[in-house]
């Protein structure tokens, strides 16, 4: 049986100094192997929709999303329709003033 205590700040400290291990080596049934870790990780961050760069853009623009709800569409925010209706008006007002002015010929 091993002899268990308590690690302070002098053990770690001097195991660092004299680049030592702090532990001893604990023998492990079944090894965990970089190519099964970065299968577990990819497999977690699918199951993640909240995170992406599409999702931190989107953010902006819409409503957060609900997470008991996840398959529901997110409504625009409020600044993003007013902002978006004022964009829309100031360009429908300069292609409507600009196309629709009377064309002046000029003859050399």
Known sequence: MADYRQVTTEDVLDAARRRRPLCDEVAVDDPVTAGKV??????RMEQRHDLGVVNRALNVFL???NPFEPERTRK????????GT???VVAAAFLFFNLAAPRVQVYP
């Open 63 to 65: 409503e957060p999303r």
């Open 76 to 83: 625009p925010k409020r600044e993003a329709v007013i902002f």
């Open 38 to 43: 970065l299968a577990a990780f990819e497999t």
């Open 86 to 88: 004022l964009v829309a």
